[in-house]
Nanobody, 124 residues
Framework: QVQLVESGGGLVQAGGSLRLSCAAS????????MAWFRQAPGKEREFVSA????????YYADSVKGRFTISRDNTKAAVYLQMNSLKPEDTAVYYC?????????????????WGQGTQVTVSS
């Protein structure tokens, strides 16, 4: 079993920055992907970014490319999401997720483990 705990959400003005953290515990990941999803009120949960746990390859949704950066620290079993140039439309609950597989997964149904979520609110 894998446990994921997010932190770092909050309220920020448009144009500002936040850094989300996801601490993982439990079974080791091996060949896995760690990802960030987000869900705004009344909308479906959407893919934001993912990183391959071993190789470090990264993937981004078009809406966040050039503004968000995902990274991982294997020694700390942690994943981070640096969010810059935030926009009001980035407001959502952000979730950390994990799945053991060899290929990238961008659909929320493909992920097996989830954190509880952290609220990010961007004011205009």
């Amino acid at each position: 079993q894998v446990q994921l705990v997010e932190s770092g959400g909050g309220l920020v003005q448009a144009g500002g920055s936040l850094r989300l953290s996801c601490a993982a515990s439990g079974r080791t990941f091996g060949s896995s992907y760690m990802a960030w999803f987000r869900q705004a009120p009344g909308k479906e949960r959407e893919f934001v970014s993912a990183v391959n746990w071993i190789g470090g390859n990264t993937y981004y949704a078009d809406s966040v490319k050039g503004r968000f950066t995902i990274s991982r620290d294997n020694t700390k079993a942690a994943v981070y999401l640096q969010m810059n140039s935030l926009k009001p439309e980035d407001t959502a609950v952000y979730y950390c997720a994990a799945v053991r597989r060899f290929t990238i997964a961008t659909m929320f149904a493909e992920y097996d483990y989830w954190g509880q979520g952290t609220q990010v609110t961007v004011s205009s």
